[in-house]
């Protein structure tokens, strides 16, 4: 059974850092392009960032880019997005996302971005 469990979230000041990590379990890593979401209150799901199967390109929301980078250690079965420079309007649920297909979702992890 294949299982993606997201780390990392938690509340910080506008301004500040974060990085998430999601780690697979139960497949390679290497399989798998992988994506992170964000679904804050009352919107819907939406993309954040995207990184191929060998780390070599990838794809931003205009709203984070220059701000987030995605990486991934696929010796370490683990995704991360670094955030940087994080806006209230950051704030949200964060998914990853491993894209075979089959397609897998974390259980998500929350970001608070506040003073």
């Known amino acids: 059974q294949v299982q993606l469990v997201e780390s990392g979230g938690g509340l910080v000041r506008p301004g500040g850092s974060l990085t998430l990590s999601c780690t697979m379990a139960?497949?390679?890593?290497?399989?798998?392009?992988m994506n992170w979401y964000r679904q804050a209150p009352g919107n819907q799901r939406e993309f954040v960032a995207r990184?191929?199967?060998?780390?070599?390109?990838?794809n931003y929301a205009d709203s984070v880019k220059g701000r987030f980078t995605i990486s991934r250690d696929n010796t370490k079965s683990t995704a991360f997005l670094q955030m940087n420079s994080l806006k209230p309007e950051d704030t949200a649920v964060y998914y990853c996302?491993?894209?075979?297909?089959?397609?897998?979702w974390g259980e998500g992890t929350q970001v608070t971005v506040s003073s």
């Open positions: 139960g497949s390679m890593l290497g399989f798998y392009v």
């Open positions: 996302n491993a894209d075979g297909p089959p397609t897998y």
């Open positions: 990184i191929n199967r060998y780390g070599t390109i990838t």
